[in-house]
């Protein structure tokens, strides 16, 4: 093990933990919102836009409890983040497989499929997750489905508040194991609203990964 890892937690079932293992081993969380995520990257001159359950809430209207703020952006501008918040002091911590370690000017090298988390310091809670997206160049590429690559106007759209979101049925194909209940929750609020286009677009790509889901139907 590198000097400076901390190693996750690995639960015999492989089930994410529940929040209160999951403070106890790392501390709390306490996410920004999409109010609040705007000024907190005032002046990241990169892209960047909002997944996960925020995501899904802004295209279904449908409200949700949020354990985190998740705002993803190409793995290529990790470095430019990193620099950004640590001028506005900052910590980032880069999250992959199996553990946890500082993402400063020690540890540069981050994967594209990894994720970076943040906080002010050791004692502080966790404010951001930011999963990186794998970029060709300047597209989209799908992590899961590497032959899938789409400009970035294709997979996310600006709401009325200013701020870009993943698409909703992009959001749904990230979450199609449904290991938690928040996303079969997710699952149900949502699939009933997608228009035929999006709809056949999760049921292609899921067919591509596992031809017997439900979704593939």
């Known amino acids: 093990m590198l000097r400076g890892h901390v190693p996750l937690p690995q639960p015999e079932s492989a089930r994410p933990l529940p929040p209160e293992e999951f403070a106890r081993w790392y501390g709390p969380w306490d996410p920004l919102t999409p109010a609040s ?31 985190d ?3 993803s952006i190409a793995h290529h501008d990790a470095e430019a983040l990193r620099v950004f918040l640590a001028e506005r002091g900052w910590t980032t911590w880069n999250a992959d497989s199996g553990w946890l370690r500082p993402f400063d000017e020690r540890f540069r090298e981050i994967r594209s499929s990894s994720g970076i988390w943040v906080r002010a310091d050791a004692v502080s809670p966790w ?60 699952a149900e609020a949502t699939l009933g ?16 990964l596992d031809p017997t889901h439900p979704w593939a139907g």
């Open 69 to 71: 703020m998740d705002v």
């Open 127 to 186: 404010v951001l997750d930011v999963p990186l997206t794998p970029f060709n160049g300047t597209r989209w590429t799908n992590k899961r489905l590497p032959s899938q690559e789409y400009d970035l106007d294709e997979v996310t759209w600006v709401s009325g508040d200013g701020l870009r979101y993943l698409n909703p049925e992009v959001v749904l194909f990230m979450k199609f194991a449904q290991v938690r209940e928040k996303d079969i929750v997710d």
């Open 193 to 208: 609203l997608l228009d035929v286009r999006r709809r056949a677009w999760l049921r292609d790509s899921i067919a591509q």
């Open 37 to 67: 995520i705007a000024a907190f990257l005032d002046g990241f001159d990169r892209p960047w836009w909002i997944v996960g359950g925020w995501a899904l809430e802004k295209a279904t209207g449908v409200s949700r409890q949020h354990e």
